[in-house]
């Protein structure tokens, strides 16, 4: 089996030539579009059979559709702060086993002590924009502003918080009725720090994300840049424009979906236009898997087990989509990739220094993209707040603790005898072991077969646990 690394230090890569004329800078540009709680069965090219996504399924045709690919963490905040600094969120004080993600009374936000991606490519030149979601700190130090992005424009947290006293999280004017209840979610809309509407008014959220960043696409076209798009939706409570309405054969939540989609579309076009495609790597991803307690409105994990919330690869692996014409070697990846590795793989491509000084938990995945090499991670690591409840090494996966996402039985629950997933977390003494290549639903435990395997696992978690440290915790404040 490959070695397991669990950081990387100091990284000097190779900087990229100009490839065409219209070309208006050497280095390249990055955008990641991150959808809210989009599950890996989504998406028509990962097999939804009725929701359109023609754009998506396009850029995974002529780019690289990635079918083992992790999140940080299976809930918002800790996701987040582990894709824009590439280190594991425990390290940075950004998970929490008591408040699972930020919220509008929270105090803490993301460490300035951490430096995430915009911050390092800002210091080699590029200009940077952060539009959409943040949840990684509402207050004025914790903003996309003071975290290296020279713009941003969005809301700070997720689209059901400030919900107005009175309604009840789970009527079904909390999933149906966007167009009467919108106004009972408070959340600002803020460009830079400052609050521009309130309550945003969310059924037309999308299309002004895809606005700004067309606008910033045609604004900073002449520089290195960098854009960080990362969606409110399909996160409840769902909300579509006008044009979208009905439009999918997947009733509200396809709408949605479909209206992503359409906004990848009119990022593309203006790359295009811009002449700047065949120089900008476009990476489309989600935070963590889809909310199964809200049904039909909360998506679907295709034939993965689990959902939002949990450990099981449901809550984690995404459909996740590289895109960059004439660059990458279109196929489909089936090596295993997380959002750890993005921090490191721009910054080869860019020749940024990658700040020293920290542990990185993310690897530089460009001699895949490049079709030069295999992956280099042969390990992910499943955290649920501050614990490691399961460990991938390889083909193999091993389940130390087991729990319900947020007190709901999973899609597919555990049939084995004596084991039952509660509220609580369960500690199993016997851990569960699956070939996640071959049994992906996580339907068939095998630890019986490989006591060896999970020897192994279990010195990967022990040697990974010597490298953690205890940092103040930001969701606790």
Known sequence: MKKTVLFISMSFCFLLGRTEQKVKSDKPNFIIIFADDLGYGDLGIFGHPTIKT????????????????????????PSRAG??????????????????????????GLPQSEITIARALKENGYKTAAI??????????????????????????????????????FQDNF?????EYFHAYNVPLMRNEEIVERPADQRT?????????????????????????????????????????????????????????WSVEQIVNALEEEGVAENTLVVFTSDNGPWHIFKTHGGSSGLLRGAKGGTFEGGMREPTIFWWPGKLKPGVVMDMGTTL?????????????????????????????????????????????????????????????IQNEYGTQTAHPITMPNIELKRDPVVLEKP?????NVDPGEKYNIAGQYPEVLKEIKQVLEAHLKTVRVVENQLEK
């Open 205 to 261: 959220i999308t299309k002004r994300y895809t606005e700004e960043t067309v606008n910033k696409i045609k604004e900073m076209s002449g520089k290195p840049f960098f854009i960080y798009l990362a969606h409110s939706l399909p996160h409840i409570p769902l909300f579509r424009s006008a044009n979208f309405k009905g439009r999918s054969l997947a009733g509200i939540y396809g709408d949605v979906v479909e209206e992503i989609d």
């Open 341 to 401: 590795d993005i921090f490191p793989t721009f910054c080869a491509l860019s020749n940024t220094i990658m700040p020293g000084g920290r542990i990185y938990d993310g690897y530089n995945i460009t001699t895949i993209l490049m079709g030069n090499a295999a992956a280099e991670r042969d390990v992910v690591l499943y955290y649920r707040g501050e614990r490691v409840y399961a460990i991938r090494k390889g083909d193999f996966k091993a389940h130390f603790i």
């Open 432 to 436: 569960l072991l699956y070939n996640v």
């Open 83 to 108: 894709l824009l600094t590439g280190r594991l969120p425990i390290r940075s004080g950004m998970c929490s086993n008591k408040r699972r993600v930020l919220f509008p009374d929270s105090n803490g």
């Open 54 to 77: 023609p754009t998506l399924d396009r850029l995974a045709a002529e780019g690289q559709k990635w079918t083992n690919f992790y999140a940080a963490a299976s809930v918002c905040t």
């Open 132 to 169: 959409g979601k943040w949840h990684l700190g509402h207050k004025q130090p914790f903003l996309p502003t003071n975290h290296g992005f020279d713009s941003y424009f969005g809301i700070p947290y997720s689209n059901d918080m400030d919900k107005i006293e009175g309604d009840n999280y």
């Open 175 to 179: 999933i149906f009725a966007e167009d």
